[in-house]
């Protein structure tokens, strides 16, 4: 979350307008969704731990060059995607490895753990990120990214073999996707996934700009309080709840709930879009509440899909959720950045108002999903 959490400062320093602070914020993810089918193939050909690890290398040299080398925004934006391919091998790898040791409800609930790991993770990324830019410059900020990727390693030491059976070794090149496709239960997770990533990491990119947008309409009536920090905060508040949602899935059902979560955001970013310029103490609060009810539903989700998995199906499920899912990680954000522009610029309330409306449109996705009824097969 290195390039949000700059993204007003950067925006400034490399002159950049809405659309190129949207292409910097999502190339991240369209970096990690061109190599998965590549580092899934892999990981399906060889041990996992070994892709992980040179995928942590990628990621932490991507980082480490922005912060040596990067002066502007295409440099920059060469190297966020070559720190997103990185961090392929990392997420979506170390998920497999997780499901591969683990079996029934303890796969299942690890999974929620998983995506709360990543949100603590991110949720540091935004407070370090502020700490660092004011202490030491913005270079500071993806020195201590890269640094993250490399103590990522010794874990790997303490992870064993997968359990017998749960790990299927093939020889292809690329997952077999057509097995992912037969299966309309993991189709169901993986449309449901994209339209959650569309609208986490849109918001993820832009909540420091709106703030920012909002303490000026408020003439900084902010109480001190840091955008980064915010951002921050709003993570850290989904955390728990993303693991009580994830569990209430599994004693009532992912759909219903994951359906009743997607419907709750689409009324809260209509809320956000409509008060864009309201007062500093309800948007945050507001901010806080999509927080949880954007990303809440993550754990369920990534449970389903494993739970609609089997040994021979698990590397392609994961791989398409995952290419699917930060595709439109990556489109969300750009999308934002081309309606403010198209809208009238990051001055206009106007502009945030239809910038949260399409925001909206990924929980609009992941509820219509839940609600999908496949035919059943002949």
Same mark, same amino acid.
Request: proline share 4%; hydrophobic share 60%; aromatic share 12%.
């Given at each position: 979350?290195?390039?949000?959490?700059?993204?007003?400062?950067?925006?400034?320093?490399?002159?950049?307008?809405?659309?190129?602070?949207?292409?910097?914020?999502?190339?991240?993810?369209?970096?990690?969704?061109?190599?998965?089918?590549?580092?899934?193939?892999?990981?399906?050909?060889?041990? %996992?731990?070994?892709?992980?690890?040179?995928?942590?290398?990628?990621?932490?040299?991507?980082?480490?060059?922005?912060?040596?080398?990067?002066?502007?925004?295409?440099?920059?934006?060469?190297?966020?995607?070559? /720190?997103?391919?990185? #961090?392929?091998?990392?997420?979506?790898?170390?998920?497999?490895?997780?499901?591969?040791?683990?079996?029934?409800?303890?796969?299942?609930? /690890?999974?929620?753990?998983?995506?709360?790991?990543?949100?603590?993770?991110?949720?540091?990324?935004?407070?370090?990120? %502020?700490?660092?830019?004011?202490?030491?410059?913005?270079?500071?900020?993806?020195?201590?990214?890269?640094?993250?990727?490399?103590?990522?390693?010794?874990?790997?030491?303490?992870?064993?073999?997968?359990?017998?059976?749960?790990?299927?070794?093939?020889?292809?090149?690329?997952?077999?996707?057509?097995?992912? #496709?037969?299966?309309?239960?993991?189709?169901?997770?993986?449309?449901?996934?994209?339209?959650?990533?569309?609208?986490? #990491?849109?918001?993820?990119?832009?909540?420091?700009?709106?703030?920012?947008?909002?303490?000026?309409?408020?003439?900084?009536?902010?109480?001190?309080?840091?955008?980064?920090?915010?951002?921050?905060?709003?993570?850290?508040?989904?955390?728990?709840?993303?693991?009580?949602?994830?569990?209430?899935?599994?004693?009532?059902?992912?759909?219903?709930?994951?359906?009743?979560?997607?419907?709750?955001?689409?009324?809260?970013?209509?809320?956000? %879009?409509?008060?864009?310029?309201?007062?500093?103490?309800?948007?945050?609060?507001?901010?806080?509440?999509?927080?949880?009810?954007?990303?809440?539903?993550?754990?369920?989700?990534? %449970?389903?899909?494993?739970?609609?998995?089997?040994?021979?199906?698990?590397? /392609?499920?994961?791989?398409?959720?995952?290419?699917?899912?930060?595709?439109?990680? #990556?489109?969300?954000?750009?999308?934002?950045?081309?309606?403010?522009?198209?809208?009238?610029?990051?001055?206009?309330?106007?502009?945030?108002?239809?910038?949260?409306?399409?925001?909206?449109?990924?929980?609009?996705?992941?509820?219509?999903?839940?609600?999908?009824?496949?035919?059943?097969?002949?």
């Amino acid at each position: 979350m290195a390039i949000p959490a700059l993204s007003v400062d950067l925006a400034v320093l490399w002159e950049l307008d809405a659309s190129q602070i949207g292409w910097l914020g999502g190339i991240y993810f369209a970096g990690y969704a061109l190599a998965l089918p590549f580092l899934t193939g892999a990981a399906n050909r060889a041990d %996992g731990r070994v892709v992980y690890l040179v995928a942590a290398l990628i990621s932490a040299t991507a980082s480490f060059s922005v912060a040596l080398f990067a002066d502007g925004f295409w440099l920059a934006l060469v190297l966020r995607f070559a /720190a997103g391919i990185g #961090f392929a091998g990392l997420h979506i790898i170390g998920m497999k490895m997780l499901a591969d040791r683990l079996t029934g409800a303890a796969q299942l609930r /690890a999974s929620a753990f998983y995506t709360a790991a990543f949100a603590v993770g991110s949720g540091c990324s935004f407070l370090v990120a %502020g700490l660092l830019s004011k202490l030491f410059g913005w270079e500071a900020v993806f020195v201590s990214a890269g640094i993250g990727s490399l103590l990522s390693l010794p874990a790997l030491l303490l992870i064993g073999p997968p359990l017998p059976g749960n790990e299927i070794r093939s020889n292809r090149m690329f997952p077999d996707f057509l097995s992912a #496709f037969r299966e309309a239960e993991i189709i169901r997770y993986v449309i449901a996934y994209a339209g959650n990533l569309w609208e986490v #990491f849109a918001i993820r990119v832009w909540f420091v700009p709106f703030l920012v947008f909002n303490l000026a309409a408020n003439e900084g009536s902010g109480l001190g309080l840091d955008p980064t920090t915010a951002v921050g905060l709003s993570v850290f508040v989904a955390v728990p709840l993303n693991l009580v949602i994830a569990e209430l899935g599994v004693r009532w059902g992912r759909k219903p709930v994951i359906f009743a979560v997607s419907l709750a955001s689409v009324v809260v970013c209509g809320i956000l %879009g409509w008060q864009a310029s309201g007062l500093f103490m309800l948007v945050l609060t507001l901010l806080l509440v999509h927080g949880v009810t954007s990303y809440g539903d993550v754990g369920a989700i990534a %449970g389903g899909v494993v739970a609609a998995t089997t040994g021979d199906t698990r590397a /392609a499920a994961l791989a398409l959720f995952g290419v699917i899912g930060f595709t439109f990680g #990556f489109l969300g954000p750009l999308a934002v950045g081309l309606t403010i522009d198209l809208a009238g610029g990051r001055d206009e309330p106007t502009a945030w108002f239809w910038a949260f409306m399409v925001m909206a449109l990924g929980s609009v996705v992941s509820a219509s999903a839940m609600a999908w009824k496949p035919k059943p097969h002949a």
